[in-house]
């Protein structure tokens, strides 16, 4: 199994200049190959194939007036630069024939510069030693190894994010342990006042970092707007903005691993309902607080984990009525208003907290066991199985799970 080790490196002033000029070569490689991809199909002409391309922006740009600066950088990220791009219209076009699973992928975008910057170097580009990592024409960059590494990575990849921060991410290949089977099984309710609802009644709160700093973030940004478009002060006032993001997205991003490993660990067995959530952030009233939680990066997380840990990992239809049905007899009440946070079942005058209870029924209705009167195995709702060839969505955060 591949993951990913990211580490955060140090650069110098001089090795910041040089992977500055890299990450723009690598840019400018990969724009110029997508606007002639581009212009090949406005032309009626079929996409070229990446020899071409390498030939056409690489060996020969480097000979051009305009690009010859090219030949600065090592010439291992330059050409995985046009082969993500092929990657990039590969993934597409088998996202529009059916091939791909998922949500539908829009066609490869030009590269900016605001953006998060990325060069990546196979073997023989880079070279790992314990004190440092050397990156062909780059040098030896001194890194935090907050973690041993496996030996022997595949590739790594320098990347620059929007606060200014460095990083090198390895793929390494690994035989995960698997966990031993604890007996053990659980179902999840995700809400917005408590971020997961457990059905042995534990409640976990979400740090909600956006709601946190959202009165900060919205005075940078309004200072952002202020600037002039160009200016040293401008790009001073983006950047605190885009720390301040990173900062809320570490958060959160913590917090899911944390918990995610929390709950892959101690259960064998994990059942979780099937949320459509990009419908469910197009409610104004809840969309902000929808995307603070990540109910979707959890998901993926425990998909991921499970896959690597030897875990069963289930996911229920959206459709079963897990908040209207009585987890002790199963008669069911009807729809129930948000607001509504406890209720008497009308059958058998027992007193549901609501998230409990419908934890409980994801349970029962992933097909353990869990009601009093043993009525777990009846369960109507179709249960939607993991597919065991892992889609590149799952893969990412897979790679990331040591990140």
Not at 231 to 259: C, G, M, P, Q, Y
Not at 293 to 319: C, H, N, P, Q
Not at 352 to 373: F, M, P, Q, Y
């Amino acid at each position: 199994m591949k993951v990913r080790y990211r580490y955060r490196v140090y650069p110098t002033d001089p090795q910041k200049i040089a992977l500055s000029q890299l990450f723009g070569c690598v840019r400018v490689v990969y724009n110029d190959a997508l606007a002639y991809c581009l212009q090949q199909y406005q032309n009626g002409g079929k996409k070229p194939k990446e020899s071409e391309l390498q030939k056409m922006f690489i060996t020969q740009a480097k000979r051009s007036e305009n690009r010859y600066w090219l030949a600065d950088a090592s010439n291992i990220p330059l050409q995985q630069s046009v082969r993500d791009l092929g990657q990039a219209y590969q993934n597409f076009f088998d996202s529009c024939s059916g091939k791909r699973k998922g949500k539908k992928l829009a066609p490869p975008k030009f590269k900016k510069r605001s953006a998060n910057q990325s060069a990546r170097f196979r073997v023989g580009g880079f070279k790992v030693h314990p004190d440092n990592v050397y990156l062909a024409k780059i040098g030896k960059l001194e890194i935090e190894w907050s973690r041993p590494l496996p030996p022997d990575p595949s590739s790594v990849t320098a990347i620059k994010d929007a606060s200014g921060r460095y990083f090198l991410s390895f793929v390494v290949e690994i035989n995960p342990e698997k966990l031993p089977d604890n007996g053990q099984s659980v179902g999840i309710d995700l809400g917005i006042i408590d971020f997961a609802t457990l059905s042995t009644g534990e409640k976990i709160k979400s740090p909600k970092p956006l709601k946190k700093h959202l009165k900060k973030l919205k005075r940078l940004q309004r200072k952002l707007s202020r600037k002039q478009k160009g200016s040293k002060r401008r790009e001073v006032a983006r950047k605190r903005v885009a720390k301040l993001h990173a900062k809320i997205k570490d958060t959160r991003t913590d917090f899911l691993h944390k918990l995610s490993t929390k709950i892959i660990r101690e259960n064998q067995t994990i059942v979780l309902e099937d949320l459509a959530v990009s419908n469910m952030v197009k409610n104004r009233k809840l969309s902000r607080a929808i995307s603070d939680l990540g109910w979707r990066s959890f998901r993926t997380m425990l998909e991921a984990k499970a896959e690597m840990y030897g875990r069963d990992f289930r996911v229920i239809s959206r459709w079963e009525p897990t908040s209207q049905k009585c987890s002790c007899c199963e008669f069911k009440g009807g729809k129930k208003e948000l607001k509504i946070r406890e209720w008497t079942c009308l059958n058998c005058n027992t007193i549901h907290d609501r998230d409990i209870n419908a934890a409980i029924n994801i349970k029962v209705a992933g097909g353990l066991s869990e009601t009093k009167n043993g009525h777990g195995g009846r369960r109507k709702s179709s249960l939607l199985v993991a597919s065991d060839e892992v889609s590149t969505r799952l893969l990412s955060i897979q790679l990331s799970l040591f990140g």
